[in-house]
């Protein structure tokens, strides 16, 4: 039977949407319109952290118990009214091609997006107009067989020694069992500079919380109970999933940013589970928490910052 059709005007845009009522998380029910409407119910908020970065989509046409794939490319159907940028992407055996993007600048092509099954979206960490040179820097915080109270502890540590050299570090959830932190900055640096920060940092981290962090990519090889401290995932074309994107897992989790006072709170906590902890960050309820306290990496909270300072500051604390 062919796909139910309709169609919606969003911003003076005519967009078409497809089989509403596809299941694509069985355990709970949640169809393709739902999903639908949560993006479109936090579009003010998702947007600015969408907009003019290169999005890959990662789409999901039979659910997340189903197979999915990754699409770079922007679709040959894609309409003419949605913004593309060209970038060449490296590969592992060092190839590169050209490929033209999708720009999610507008709550039209968002849906567009969402109604192509595509529940995760992935970011990267430039803008079109400085593809080079990415606004913020990344720390992946990836727990290894250990508490909340432990994943909370390294990241305060990771907040502490970044304010220490005068930088404003913010924090989510990956939308699983993780934390991302960032520390917003001007966007001019080129990858290598602002990877090589991250690497000092983590190393910093490690060396004082040798106990609770591991630096090793080998998972076979890491202790259990620590923390791995991921600054390897800074590079061009390598992406995270935006702030308020939604996870293909069970209950729909969303990447949701956390005060630091909610994560000193977790500190606290003797035994829990990181992605049980934060699973209760759903797309059934994140947009009531948006209207009640507001998108914590928003307009005073991202404070952009110059890395030369902080790189000064750490050679005279640490003797680098």
């Not at 990662?58 to 060209?86: H, L, M, N």
């Not at 709550?107 to 079109?128: D, G, K």
């Not at 106990?211 to 090889?221: G, M, V």
């Not at 390897?232 to 005060?259: E, H, I, N």
Request: proline fraction near 6%; hydrophobic fraction near 40%.
């Amino acid at each position: 039977m062919p796909a139910a059709k309709s169609a919606v005007r969003i911003g003076g845009r005519d967009v078409t949407l497809s089989n509403q009522d596809k299941v694509l998380w069985p355990a709970e029910g949640y169809t393709k319109g739902d999903l639908v409407k949560y993006y479109r119910s936090v579009a003010e908020w998702l947007l600015p952290h969408l907009r003019d970065r290169p999005l890959t989509l990662q789409r999901y046409p039979d659910g997340i118990d189903g197979p999915s794939f990754f699409e770079k490319q922007k679709p040959c159907f894609t309409p003419e009214w949605i913004a593309t940028v060209k970038a060449d992407a490296s590969y592992s055996n060092g190839a590169s091609k050209k490929i033209e993007y999708l720009l999610c600048n507008d709550e039209a092509t968002l849906v567009w997006c969402a109604n192509l099954a595509s529940i995760v979206l992935h970011i990267w960490y430039s803008r079109a107009q400085s593809l080079d040179s990415p606004d913020f820097a990344f720390f992946d915080l990836d727990p290894f067989d250990c508490t909340v109270k432990t994943l909370a502890t390294v990241a305060l540590e990771l907040r502490d020694t970044l304010e220490e050299l005068g930088l404003h570090p913010l924090i989510k959830t990956s939308g699983g069992s993780g934390l991302h932190v960032v520390v917003p900055l001007r966007p001019l640096y080129d990858y290598d500079t602002v990877k090589a920060f991250g690497e000092i940092i983590a190393r910093q981290i490690a060396h004082v919380r040798p106990k609770e962090t591991t630096l090793e990519r080998s998972i076979a090889r890491r202790n259990k109970g620590t923390v791995y401290l991921d600054y390897v995932q800074v590079g061009r074309g390598k992406t995270m999933v935006p702030t308020f994107g939604v996870r293909a897992r069970a209950g729909a989790p969303v990447s949701t940013p956390l005060d630091w006072s909610d994560v000193q709170a977790l500190a606290r906590k003797r035994a829990s589970d990181p992605e049980v902890e934060f699973a209760r960050f759903t797309m059934k309820n994140t947009p009531a928490r948006l209207k009640r306290e507001g998108d914590l990496w928003a307009g005073k909270h991202w404070r952009e910052a110059k890395l030369e300072p902080a790189i000064k500051k750490a050679k005279r604390l640490w003797n680098q």
